[in-house]
């Protein structure tokens, strides 16, 4: 069990303070005034509550068609920012015109920089689907074309001609040699020539053997015939390149004629589409000049022609890739990126494999979020932007320049080394919809210098609302969306009452509720299944209060735990008696889904000494900045009330007891300076009472967070150490309208069990502390530093008269009172 006191308290003396009453600890909800018995009766919620700034500010963002006006969209999860955002953005994209198809396609003069086609919302598959059907005619015309008589007529034609060129040619310098004694040898690497013997070629005499006069005479001749087979070969590569540049020709005219045919229907289908018209200009006369390249001379002609058009990379060269299509009045594009990386924002070009090499070419350009929403709205994730590298810079360079760029995002760092694209950049007319909390925002704001030009519009979602008649119907009209959308039971006045109470609980104030309406709906969600398990077609606010119970239950085994270590004096808490320089603190631990309190032993310590008052959480490196500023505050307070007319000599500790965390925040200052005032004038202190709040340095006390949690708190802890009987928690009173109490506290105010005070000022807590007047208190503690100070000064007469005085032993510096003069 925890420490018991060593004395009996005193009877609790009337003070000028009293007791709250119960109506001042929660603001129950008004379902009378709610004019409606079931959710049934009410009309489906269209727009958010409470949030007229934010809508407005979104309505006037998605509107505006400006350059920089896009939309930071800041408040907490679950506000409804993104369904506000999307709504907001759905009505204004429809009454918008539908933007143009986009498409890339092969530059026939550069392939590494693929062209874009800007063309009417559809056309872009329509195109795409007439060029593949083009491609598939040539696959059938070309061959047919390349394969009629005439075609092979005139190919025949000019084979034969080249053909008879080359035997006049050779024939003339074979009847040359014939009459110059000169035997021509054709092999299939060369042409020899070699002496005649008897008529008949002798390749096997070599001249050296021929007399000298025969060998001269040879000799002669060789060279007279090698000069005209020289001159024959020269000739007949001259026909040659005749007869290629004619075969060229033909096939040009052959090739024209088939895709002049299947040209004209797409021209015609076209005719208004200048940059249509250009591209199949473009196709026509590469197709024309691919084909003329072609000198095949077999008979096999129209069969290799059919299988090159039937080829992969020729049916590629000349396809469209449409990166982005719509449908004719469809309005303007929204599109949300979950994954906004550089190249799911930006776009990216794809590579595949080719004999082993990596490479790519216009059909693998994909467009990015930013590209699919050109015209229209994209709605990102700020943090998830910002989380990836190179996505951010990306996303401020694209919406500066107003052009996009797609790229790899290696080129980006310069690391790219394996063939790539350049593609043509497409202007960029998109309005950007950035959700994130209000930390980014302003961090932003003042860090990034580019960010306040982009970004022009602030959708500011409050985190919490008005508690105003017309915002609680709202809540009932958001719970009858809730039932109609996902086909939950209704529920009655009173259930929806118990949802309103839930969220001035959750916004931590009697006069608002909160905003993030997605709790509302998961409250909403749990409480319908407790109804239906109990077979019930309506919600009532037990389902409610269940929901909640249930969902405090599957949390707080943390907090039970807490419980446990108190019950069995693990954790010392003392509830009764009185005790010196010690009493409750009360600080809160947030678990993320779940916050609740504990309580804190508060301890002070004073001695004669000139160390002032030390922090030892400060010296343990386990206090916060704020924390630490609070107990410089304590000690100015201390300075202003007693140190006016004589110097204060004290050295005085303040910590909190098994406390091993770090600690933070001033909420704790009013009990640390009770525990001082109580260590420095010897009073003791009520146990029974916990206290939280900050004090000025002129005795205010002023209000802090987390007081539901810090009163249930010490409920608990009450509870579990023995039955409450008069115990309670002194709070700041401006901390009143934030009290929202769970109806066992409740309970237990209405018996007298617990308490709770609210003061203005320190002494208002002294008294309640103290049990006596807190000028009484004042006089004790002035007494004792006066003692301290006349001790001290007697300690500098008699150590002047012995010698130099060594001082006091300083252990370290502490942060606050020095000795004055």
């Not at 004073?606 to 704020?626: P, Q």
């Not at 005085?652 to 009770?674: C, K, N, R």
């Not at 309640?768 to 500098?796: I, M, N, S, T, Y």
Request: charged share 25%; proline share 5%; with cysteine.
């Amino acid at each position: 069990m925890s420490a018991q006191p060593e004395r009996e308290a005193l009877p609790l003396r009337r003070t000028r303070v009293q007791p709250l009453p119960v109506e001042a600890l929660r603001r129950d909800a008004d379902v009378r005034g709610y004019g409606f018995a079931t959710t049934a009766e009410l009309e489906p919620l269209d727009r958010l509550v409470g949030q007229e700034r934010a809508l407005r500010a979104l309505e006037f963002g998605v509107g505006i068609q400006a350059p920089g006006f896009n939309i930071f969209v800041l408040g907490a999860e679950g506000t409804g920012r993104r369904t506000a955002a999307l709504d907001a953005i759905a009505r204004e994209a429809a009454a918008r015109p539908t933007p143009d198809d986009w498409c890339y396609v092969n530059n026939f003069t550069d392939a590494r920089r693929p062209r874009t086609l800007r063309l009417p919302p559809g056309c872009g598959r329509q195109l795409a689907t007439h060029i593949e059907g083009f491609i598939t005619g040539l696959a059938s015309e070309l061959p047919h074309r390349f394969g009629t008589e005439e075609h092979r007529a005139q190919r025949n034609a000019i084979a034969q001609e080249l053909d008879a060129t080359r035997k006049r040619l050779f024939e003339a310098v074979d009847a040359k040699a014939e009459r110059r004694g000169v035997a021509v040898v054709r092999t299939p690497q060369a042409i020899l020539l070699a002496p005649k013997r008897e008529g008949e070629p002798a390749p096997g005499e070599e001249p050296e053997r021929l007399r000298p006069e025969e060998q001269e005479q040879f000799e002669a001749a060789r060279a007279e015939v090698q000069k005209l087979f020289e001159n024959a070969v020269r000739k007949f590569a001259e026909a040659a390149s005749k007869a290629q540049e004619a075969l060229r020709d033909l096939n040009r005219r052959t090739a024209e004629a088939a895709v002049d045919h299947l040209m004209e229907t797409l021209r015609a289908r076209y005719h208004e589409l200048p940059q249509v018209l250009d591209f199949l200009t473009a196709v026509e006369t590469d197709l024309i000049e691919l084909i003329g390249r072609m000198l095949l001379m077999s008979e096999t002609e129209a069969e290799a022609i059919a299988k090159v058009v039937l080829s992969e990379e020729f049916q590629r060269r000349y396809k469209v890739n449409v990166v982005v299509s719509h449908h004719e009045g469809g309005g303007a594009p929204v599109v949300e990126e979950p994954n906004p990386s550089f190249a799911n924002l930006i776009g990216r070009i794809e590579h595949f494999v080719q004999q082993g090499v990596l490479t790519t070419d216009v059909l693998m350009i994909r467009a990015g979020a930013l590209l699919r929403a050109n015209g229209g709205y994209l709605l990102l994730d700020a943090f998830e932007v910002l989380r990836r590298p190179l996505a951010w810079d990306a996303l401020k360079r694209t919406l500066k320049q107003r052009e996009l760029h797609i790229e790899e995002p290696a080129a980006e760092l310069g690391l790219i080394s394996t063939v790539s694209l350049q593609p043509e950049p497409i202007p960029l007319d998109v309005k950007v919809v950035l959700l994130g909390p209000p930390l980014f925002y302003y961090l932003l704001s003042i860090h990034d210098r580019e960010f306040a030009e982009i970004f022009k519009v602030k959708g500011d979602f409050a985190p919490t609302i008005e508690r105003t008649p017309e915002a609680e119907l709202e809540y009932g009209r958001f719970v009858a969306t809730r039932c109609r959308l996902e086909d939950l039971p209704h529920f009655d006045a009173a259930a929806v009452g118990a949802l309103v109470e839930y969220g001035a609980r959750r916004a931590g104030d009697q006069m608002r509720l909160t905003a993030k309406l997605s709790e509302i709906a998961d409250v909403t969600r749990e409480a319908a299944f407790y109804a239906r398990r109990r077979g019930a077609d309506v919600v009532l606010r037990e389902d409610v209060e269940a929901a909640i119970d249930a969902r405090i239950w599957r949390c707080n085994r943390p907090e039970e735990e807490l419980h446990r270590t108190i019950e069995r004096g693990v954790l010392l808490v003392q509830t009764r008696g009185e005790a010196v320089g010690q009493l409750n603190g009360l600080s809160v631990l947030s678990l993320g889904d779940y916050a609740f309190a504990k309580p804190v032993r508060v301890a002070a310590t004073v001695s004669l000494g000139t160390r002032g008052v030390v922090d030892i959480e400060r010296k343990a490196a386990l206090g916060g900045r704020i924390h630490s500023k609070g107990v410089l505050i304590l000690t100015g307070y201390l300075n202003q009330r007693y140190g006016d007319t004589r110097p204060l000599v004290l050295t005085a500790t303040l910590g909190f007891e098994q406390v091993y965390e770090e600690v933070d925040g001033d909420s704790a200052s009013v009990a640390e300076l009770l525990a001082l005032l109580s260590a420095i004038s010897g009073l003791p202190l009520a146990q029974e009472l916990a206290v939280t709040g900050s004090v000025s340095q002129h005795g205010d006390v002023q209000p802090v967070g987390g007081v539901n949690e810090k009163v249930e708190g010490f409920y608990h802890t009450c509870r579990v150490l023995g039955p409450c009987d008069g115990q309670g928690v002194v709070l700041p009173a401006r901390n009143l309208e934030h009290l929202m109490l769970r109806p066992e506290v409740l309970d237990a105010v209405r018996a007298g069990r617990f308490h709770l005070y609210a003061v203005h000022r320190l002494d208002d807590a002294i008294e309640l502390f103290f049990r006596r007047p807190a000028e009484e208190v004042h006089r004790a503690v002035e007494a004792r530093l006066g003692a301290f100070v006349d001790a001290w000064q007697k300690l500098r007469v008699d150590t002047a008269q012995l010698g130099p005085p060594a001082g006091p032993r300083r252990l370290g510096e502490g942060s606050g009172v020095e000795p004055q003069g």
